[in-house]
């Protein structure tokens, strides 16, 4: 079964620094999310991405954030300047159409020092 | 607002015995609910859809609009079960997810 593929598994990077989070959707699937967990919190929506442009962010995703399609199976999280909130678990979901079910990938920690 | 609730963080049972995971929402229109399940260093896997009304690894789930809400049935537990629960409805505009917290079934042997 197809699966959604995120790299690297774990991040671990200097405040202030960028990082560039990776994620493979699934190969005919059309949407496209980014969401993140903060340890013991709640997965939350962070973005969502559709027919090459954002369909909807959260309030989260703030000018530090931008996402990419930059081919036709790559799709990438950029936090440009980081901060020790940004410390979590980021997961990349996809699917086919908007109101079927999303598939998520392993996730990538993200580990701000 | 939309929001989900799942009012248990931790649930532990012992093998045999019936599990509900409780999850209720708040949604303005007609909602489409789902549970996904984190099995221990795996990714999310969805469980159940509320439209399917098919029972999977013997987990049902029946959405009673009148008590907004949508908790997660088994009759008998196995340890196999133990993993974290999420309670996910999906907002029919631009298709996001809206997570509750979690539950994180305990199934004793």
């Known amino acids: 079964e197809p699966e959604v593929t995120q790299t690297p598994s774990h991040q671990v990077t200097q405040m202030g620094q960028e990082v560039i989070l990776r994620c493979v959707p699934i190969?005919?699937?059309?949407?496209f999310y980014w969401y993140r967990q903060i340890l013991g919190q709640k997965v939350e929506f962070l973005v969502s991405f559709y027919n090459n442009e954002i369909s909807e962010k959260s309030e989260i995703f703030d000018d530090q954030f931008s996402v990419e399609r930059p081919d036709g199976s790559n799709f990438t999280l950029k936090i440009r300047s980081t901060k020790l909130e940004d410390s979590a678990m980021y997961f990349c979901a996809s699917c086919r159409e908007s109101n079927q079910p999303q598939h998520f990938g392993d996730g990538t920690r993200l580990s701000i020092l | 607002a939309q929001r989900v609730t799942q009012p248990e963080k931790l649930l532990s049972v012992f093998k045999g015995a019936p599990v509900e995971l409780k999850c209720n929402y708040s949604y303005s229109g007609s909602p489409e609910l789902f549970w996904y399940v984190q099995y221990s260093r795996q990714r999310l896997q969805l469980l159940l859809r509320?439209?399917s009304r098919e029972s999977i690894k013997g987990f049902t789930a029946d959405l009673n609009k009148g008590e907004t809400s949508f908790h997660l049935k088994k009759p008998f537990a196995q340890e196999e079960d133990s993993a974290m629960y999420y309670c996910?409805?999906?907002?029919?505009?631009?298709?996001?997810?809206?997570f509750g917290q979690g539950t994180e079934l305990s199934v004793k042997p």
């Open positions: 996910a409805l999906l907002q029919n505009q631009g298709g996001k997810l809206i």
């Open positions: 190969s005919n699937h059309l949407y």
């Open positions: 509320h439209i």
